[in-house]
C-alpha cells in the first residue's frame, strides 16, 4: 500500500460557504450581484451556489417567495436529473440576482449557524454527490420540493427553504454525509406535506402517464 509523500504540498481546500457569502458581501450594497457572476469559479459546486441563491426567496414573509424559489429549485433539479455538469441558465436570468445588501443581511443571518456546522461539514464520501444514481436522487428531490415550495402550503415556506439550503450546502462544501442527511429530511417533506395531501401524488401521476 502506498504512502503519502509528504514532502508533497497538499492541495489546498476550496474556500467553504462562510467565506464565499463573506465575500459577496463586500462591497457597494447597492450593486445587483448576476447569476453568472455568483457561479463564475466555482466549477462543480456551482449547481449549490445557484441553489442556495435560488432558496432565498423562500424566506421572506409572503406568498411569492416560495413562487421564486420553487421553480428555480425545480430547474436545478432536473439539469441533475439530466446529466449536466454545471448549471445552464437562460439568459434573462445569468444576468438577474440579489442586490449585494440582500446578501449581506442574509448572510449576517445565516453566518453564526455556519460557523457551528464548520466543524461538523466537511468534503468526503463524494461518491454520494457525483456518482449518477445519487445525482438522480438528488435531483428527483429538488424537483418534488421545488414542486411543494411552488404550492400555497400554509406556513411551510421557510421548512421548505431550510431543506433547499441543506441540499445547497452540501453540494457546496462536497459532503456526502450531509446529503444523505439531506435525502433523509427530503424524502419525510415530500412524504409528509407531498402524498398525504394528494396534490404531488396527482402531479406524479399526470408526469407518469406522459412518459409511460
Given at each position: 500500500m502506498m504512502?503519502?509523500?509528504p514532502s508533497r504540498p497538499r492541495r489546498p481546500r476550496e474556500a467553504g460557504t462562510r467565506a464565499i457569502l463573506d465575500s459577496f458581501a463586500e462591497g457597494n450594497p447597492d450593486d445587483i450581484l448576476t447569476l453568472r457572476e455568483l457561479l463564475a469559479g466555482l466549477g462543480r459546486r456551482a449547481f449549490g451556489m445557484l441553489l442556495f441563491v435560488s432558496?432565498?426567496?423562500?424566506?421572506?414573509?409572503?406568498?411569492i417567495g416560495g413562487a421564486i424559489s420553487g421553480p428555480l429549485a425545480m430547474l436545478i433539479g432536473a439539469?441533475?436529473?439530466i446529466g449536466l455538469r454545471k448549471p445552464w441558465l437562460p439568459e434573462f436570468l445569468a444576468k438577474r440576482g440579489p442586490h449585494r445588501q440582500?446578501?449581506?443581511?442574509?448572510?449576517?443571518?445565516?453566518s453564526p449557524w455556519l460557523g457551528r456546522l464548520e466543524h461538523l461539514i466537511k468534503p468526503r464520501l463524494t461518491l454520494l454527490l457525483d456518482h449518477r444514481i445519487a445525482t438522480l436522487l438528488t435531483g428527483l428531490l429538488l424537483v418534488l420540493l421545488g414542486v411543494l415550495t411552488s404550492l400555497p402550503i400554509p406556513f411551510t415556506n421557510f421548512v421548505f427553504g431550510g431543506l433547499l439550503l441543506l441540499f445547497a450546502l452540501a453540494l457546496l462544501e462536497r459532503d456526502g454525509v450531509?446529503?444523505?442527511?439531506?435525502?433523509?429530511?427530503?424524502?419525510?417533506?415530500?412524504?409528509?406535506?407531498?402524498?398525504?395531501?394528494?396534490?404531488?401524488a396527482a402531479l406524479l401521476?399526470?408526469?407518469?402517464?406522459?412518459?409511460?
Open positions: 504512502k503519502a509523500d432558496a432565498l426567496p423562500a424566506f421572506i414573509p409572503i406568498p439539469q441533475l436529473l440582500a446578501l449581506r443581511r442574509f448572510d449576517k443571518l445565516i450531509l446529503m444523505a442527511v439531506a435525502w433523509v429530511a427530503g424524502s419525510a417533506a415530500v412524504v409528509t406535506f407531498g402524498f398525504l395531501s394528494g396534490n404531488l401521476a399526470q408526469m407518469l402517464d406522459r412518459f409511460f
